[in-house]
């Protein structure tokens, strides 16, 4: 862009092309609202005030003008969709930046999954800035479907929407001087490390935070929060599909330490961003909350582009990239206008066109499993009491109950009455021969089994059944799709949903991923289960790094003691 353009246009000897009237400009630097119009040349804001013309002009009077809301933290494949279509959704929304952590893909293929992400990104309606994955595999106690080490992440660093480090989970490998993972903190030093460090506390957090590890989505208390925010981190609130803590976090926040504190959703899927919104949730919810509506705005605009050093994004002011969202109110929060790069890109909740061309990238296969038999599904009794997981309701934290196992013919079998249910994890991305066994309560399921490829973080097949053949079924279903969910009653595939994609997203549209989850869900419902999401709540119960029990292909974790356990107790 030639900079004696600009200055012309911004001194009013040119014509801008593009002035937007009389809206309520939203200032997040100032804190104040006010009416006054904002003269935009190309993809940049050039003025703010009376007095300027425009080849075209378009007038917003009494409605509000923002910067375009960002999204600090999310998994992308989440949206069980691709790049584009979770682009072509949220943007309607609001949201015109986001930054990504590829996790969930990289740990089933690697580099080939981060640059897929990448490349996916190209030309889609939404800016999308990448955190590199940290953790793949999330540690040494599940198989994952690469192992991603400082020198492969090393040369991505220089990549120009590439922002930093990713979530380092791996918190006892920091406090524990693990050179590995020390390494990777040392060569993202120049850049942002964001933390994921639940629950921990004093000296180990002083020691974590000492590391450079600079923000926090985990925080599920104020308690938690405020400590974290003391030691200088920054603080996301978190407002996800399975962890919502966004209302339990709203008293953190004042005109003191609000500056400190950005939005984030961590996992958005598809009902969620269909029936309650993105961001622009969040923000609705927050002011609801009590939260000032400019503090709200902020905490989704700039104070996100100041912990990410992203220049020129997430205000309204000259030099600025012209990212805005014009809405109604802020009770209503409806979005009526949404412009990126200075571009008119949606209005009143639609597209103006369907105007992603992202690229048809090319990906492989990643379902690898050796071939299935009953027995592999059978555990034999080695004693009278058990490790049964329990899953608690709407979180991913899970305990640990002693049970007497229910036996027949010298085998434990699923026990309906109590809910105790066998699940099985099935190694997928090497054909490693490796399935293990273990006890869950917490789902409600009567009959049938069911099952997906999603299982964070290595993203093996997990399958949760009341009996042996249905949950053969599912697996070798599971399979056959290259990826996917699926429910079997009476050995019988009655709904299932292919996520050919790293078997995490699907190729299809989002509404269509979604009305196939409401069917998935409703059908799990008449089956007896409980809880709201199954497919996320069993995909939760092999994340080795959440507390406090889960399983994985290597067997039942202790993850507090960070070791394999045995189903049995001695």
């Not at 004696?4 to 002035?19: H, Q, T, W, Y």
């Not at 622009?280 to 990410?308: Q, W």
Request: negative net charge.
């Amino acid at each position: 862009m030639n900079l004696s353009e600009i200055i012309k246009v911004a001194r009013g000897e040119k014509k801008a092309d593009l002035l937007l009237k009389n809206g309520n400009i939203i200032n997040v630097f100032s804190g104040e609202i006010y009416a006054t119009d904002v003269a935009i040349y190309k993809d940049k804001i050039v003025g703010v005030g009376k007095g300027y013309d425009a080849d075209r002009i378009i007038d917003i009077s009494n409605n509000y003008l923002s910067p375009g809301f960002i999204d600090g933290h999310i998994h992308l494949e989440s949206s069980m969709v691709k790049v584009s279509e979770f682009a072509n959704t949220v943007v309607p929304l609001g949201t015109t930046s986001v930054i990504i952590d590829p996790h969930e893909i990289a740990n089933v293929l690697g580099l080939e999954g981060i640059r897929y992400m990448l490349e996916s990104s190209k030309y889609a309606p939404i800016n999308v800035f990448m955190m590199l994955p940290s953790c793949v595999p999330a540690s040494p106690l599940g198989t994952s479907g690469a192992d991603l080490g400082v020198n492969d992440l090393y040369p991505l660093l220089d990549e120009k929407w590439v922002l930093g480090l990713g979530e380092m989970m791996n918190f006892p490998g920091v406090l524990n001087k693990n050179p590995e993972v020390l390494d990777k903190i040392v060569v993202s030093s120049h850049k942002c490390i964001d933390g994921h460090a639940p629950n921990l506390s004093g000296k180990d957090l002083c020691a974590y935070i000492s590391a450079q590890i600079k923000s926090e989505h985990e925080c599920t208390t104020v308690e938690e929060a405020q400590e974290k925010l003391r030691l200088g981190m920054y603080i996301m609130l978190r407002e996800g599909s399975v962890t919502r803590n966004l209302n339990d976090l709203l008293p953190l926040i004042n005109l003191n330490n609000s500056r400190r504190c950005f939005f984030c959703c961590d996992d958005r899927h598809p009902k969620d961003l269909i029936e309650e919104g993105h961001i622009n949730y969040i923000i609705k919810t927050a002011i609801r909350g009590g939260i000032d509506p400019v503090t709200a705005i902020r905490m989704a605009t700039l104070n996100t582009t100041e912990y990410f050093r992203l220049r020129n994004l997430g205000a309204i002011a000259p030099g600025y990239t012209a990212d805005l969202v014009v809405f109604d109110n802020f009770e209503d929060f409806n979005i009526l206008k949404v412009f990126r790069n200075g571009e008119l890109i949606a209005e009143n909740g639609e597209l103006k066109e369907i105007i992603s061309k992202a690229l048809d990238v090319p990906i492989r296969s990643s379902v690898n499993i050796k071939w299935l038999y009953p027995e592999d599904f059978q555990i034999p009794v080695k004693g009278n009491k058990c490790r049964v997981i329990k899953i608690l309701p709407d979180q991913i934290i899970t305990e640990i109950d002693i049970e007497t196992p229910r036996i027949n013919n010298g085998w434990v079998v699923s026990d309906i009455k109590r809910d105790i249910l066998k699940v099985a994890v099935i190694e997928r991305h090497h054909a490693s021969q490796k399935v293990s066994l273990g006890l869950v309560k917490g789902i409600g399921l009567k009959k049938g089994a069911l099952g997906s490829s999603i299982a964070h973080d290595s993203h093996n097949i997990i399958i949760i059944g009341t009996n042996d053949k249905d949950m053969l079924n599912v697996g070798a279903n599971i399979a056959k799709m290259g990826g996917g969910l699926a429910i079997s009653v009476d050995e019988k595939i009655v709904d299932s949903l292919p996520l050919p994609i790293a078997g995490l997203m699907s190729d299809r549209p989002l509404s269509e991923v979604k009305e196939k989850l409401d069917s998935l869900y409703k059908i799990s419902r008449n089956l007896g289960v409980k809880v709201n999401n199954p497919f996320m709540s069993i995909a939760f119960l092999s994340l080795e790094v959440v507390p406090h029990f889960k399983i994985t292909n290597k067997g039942l974790v202790d993850v507090d003691n960070s070791k394999i356990v045995d189903l049995f107790l001695e």
